[in-house]
């Protein structure tokens, strides 16, 4: 079973400040995702990369960054998190090719106050 | 860009009925897949069935669904649900670029006993 794990699962943040969303996965899947979800908009993408080193802007990359330090860490970075941040926030992993899926982890919820 | 489209937010079934929820898309690409995740309560969104293949019934835990590329549907479909059905559905797809699942605003299926 592919293994995707998140932390923290829970935060709490204040606005302003900086929170770090860590993502390990042992799938050695070249593929890093992170999507947020939210009622009415369902899973939309932030970031995601394509092997160490790289990062790409998903639809919604506003306000986030994202790290690849190694094939199995990928973090999203909120530098100013805002009340609007608030969100549960899925890390995902997966090969390249349309036919392959994505292998999710958790999720970490966060709210911003 | 690539969309999937789910209609129903919430879909109320009693036990033992049968149930179908709708997913139309729209791709510019011919390479494609769909897929439909499930997401139980406070769990991961995991992989229900996938297809690529035009007018072939795929069947995993008693769903089923039929890609129809002649109107652009691939809605999943349950004969009798049962109570441990009951859980958030995504519909997606993913193009032959490959990097990415899109996914629909989800339906939540509530069965009543």
């Known amino acids: 079973e592919a293994a995707v794990t998140q932390s923290p699962r829970n935060k709490v943040a204040v606005t302003g400040g900086k929170v770090t969303l860590s993502c390990n996965q042992t799938n050695n899947h070249n593929n890093m995702y992170w999507y947020r979800q939210d009622t009415g908009h369902g899973l939309r993408l932030i970031h995601y990369?394509?092997?160490?080193?790289?990062?790409e802007k998903g639809d919604i990359p506003d306000g986030y960054k994202a790290s690849r330090p190694s094939q199995e860490n990928f973090s999203l970075i909120l530098e100013l998190a805002t009340p609007s941040q608030t969100s549960v926030y899925f890390c995902?992993?997966?090969?390249?090719?349309?036919?392959?899926?994505?292998?999710f982890g958790e999720g970490s919820r966060l709210i911003v106050v | 860009g690539d969309s999937v489209t789910q209609t129903e937010g919430l879909v109320t079934v009693t036990e033992g009925l049968p149930v179908m929820l709708n997913c139309t898309y729209q791709?510019?690409?011919?390479?494609?897949?769909f897929f439909w995740y499930v997401q139980y309560l406070n769990e991961a969104p995991k992989l229900l069935l996938r297809s690529s293949t035009d007018n072939k019934r795929t069947e995993h835990q008693g769903f089923h669904a039929t890609l129809h590329k002649s109107s652009s549907s691939f809605h999943l479909q349950k004969s009798s649900v049962q109570l441990s059905d009951s859980a958030l559905y995504y519909c997606?797809?993913?193009?032959?670029?490959?990097?990415?699942?899109?996914f629909g605003t989800g339906t939540s299926l509530l069965v009543d006993p």
């Open positions: 997606a797809l993913r193009s032959n670029m490959g990097y990415k699942l899109t």
């Open positions: 995902a992993s997966g090969e390249q090719g349309s036919g392959n899926t994505l292998y």
């Open positions: 791709t510019a690409y011919s390479d494609v897949a």
């Open positions: 990369s394509y092997g160490a080193g790289s990062t």
